[in-house]
């Protein structure tokens, strides 16, 4: 009876092998994703089209709301990072972040810049104001958007995102100059123009963030 005892026992170990829960492979598990939380002051998420800043060194500088791209920059921007494999990802805190539509030209309220004769701009003359690209007060005196010629790639005003914030508690700060390649419609309501100058400025910002947390 021990012996058919000890067959049974045994026979009964052996199937139990076979119940037992099997672990997944480790490239079926979801991977760990970075978490974005938006926490910048309401002006900078309200809003639509354009809204110029305020004072004598904003004129003609304008924040473009986030309602002007499609999808909105932070889905994006979150969109764009979920796309990393960090081993310990941590929390990217947006603080400041928002996109400027430049229109300001150094020496003239007109609308052109110096030495362009085509999209609508005119060479100035000895009979016109000169007209020089770039903000015409210090960058600390604006209150957003500032730029200089020399960051320019082209002859159209420029968009200028400025993002500030945290990941796992190290600040993260980004500073873009996007030169259009064609003049924009630049009411920022819709025209496929401008929602994809918008796009592709998103995304540059998200590759610069990018490259910094994961270093």
Same mark, same amino acid.
């Given at each position: ?10 026979? =009964?170990?052996?199937? /139990?092998?076979? &119940?037992?829960?099997? *672990? ?6 979801? +991977?760990?994703? $970075? ?41 994006? =921007?979150?969109?764009? /990072?979920?796309? &990393?494999?960090?081993? *310990? ?6 603080? +400041?972040?928002? $996109? ?116």
């Amino acid at each position: 009876m021990s012996a058919v005892r000890d067959r049974s026992i045994h026979w =009964l170990a052996s199937s /139990l092998v076979f &119940l037992l829960p099997v *672990e997944l492979p480790a490239q079926d598990a979801a +991977d760990p994703a $970075i978490v974005v939380i938006d926490l910048r002051p309401p002006e900078q998420r309200e809003g639509t089209g354009l809204k110029e800043l305020d004072g004598k060194c904003n004129e003609k500088v304008f924040r473009i709301a986030d309602v002007a791209s499609d999808p909105l920059k932070v889905e994006t =921007l979150r969109a764009d /990072l979920t796309q &990393l494999r960090l081993n *310990e990802p941590k929390t990217l805190t947006v603080l +400041d972040w928002s $996109i400027y539509y430049n229109k300001q030209v150094q020496g003239s309220t007109g609308n052109g810049i110096q030495g362009v004769g085509i999209g609508g701009y005119t060479i100035p003359t000895g009979k016109k104001k000169e007209r020089r690209a770039g903000s015409k007060c210090t960058q600390r005196d604006s209150a957003g958007g500032w730029y200089e010629g020399a960051e320019l790639h082209s002859v159209y005003y420029p968009l200028i995102s400025e993002f500030m914030g945290t990941y796992g508690g190290k600040p993260v700060k980004v500073r873009i100059v996007y030169s259009p390649n064609v003049k924009l419609t630049g009411k920022f309501v819709g025209a496929a123009d401008d929602t994809q100058a918008l796009v592709d400025l998103v995304h540059q910002t998200s590759e610069q963030i990018a490259d910094q947390i994961a270093r």
